[in-house]
Nanobody
Framework: QVQLVESGGGLVQAGGSLRLSCTVSARTFSSVTVGWFRQAPGKEREFVGRIYWDTGNTYYVDYGDSVKGRFTIASDKKTVNLQMNSLKPEDTAVYYC????????????WGQGTQVTVSS
């Protein structure tokens, strides 16, 4: 069983920064992928980024095109942080973290989401 809890959302002015955290409880998987997604009102869910750990200490990170160069994922395996810099009004959305076992697969586990609002 995997449990994910997000925190850190809020209101920020354009150009500012926020850091979201996702606390991960994943006792089942020897390797796991944790992803960040967002969904704005009236829009489809969008991939933000993900981090994958293999069975050792190696990890891999990649990002969606709209956030590359502005957002960074870092983790100590227990917590996955999404550092968001140079925020834009179009980054306004509910942000979710999600997880699945292994490097590929569907995201079976989701957090409750946290609201990020960027004012212009």
């Amino acid at each position: 069983q995997v449990q994910l809890v997000e925190s850190g959302g809020g209101l920020v002015q354009a150009g500012g920064s926020l850091r979201l955290s996702c606390t991960v409880s994943a006792r089942t998987f020897s390797s796991v992928t944790v992803g960040w997604f967002r969904q704005a009102p009236g829009k489809e869910r969008e991939f933000v980024g993900r981090i994958y750990w293999d069975t050792g200490n190696t990890y891999y990170v990649d990002y969606g095109d709209s956030v590359k160069g502005r957002f960074t994922i870092a983790s100590d395996k227990k917590t996955v942080n999404l550092q968001m810099n140079s925020l834009k009004p179009e980054d306004t959305a509910v942000y979710y973290c999600a997880a699945h076992g292994g490097a590929t697969g569907s995201y079976d586990y989701w957090g409750q989401g946290t609201q990020v609002t960027v004012s212009s």
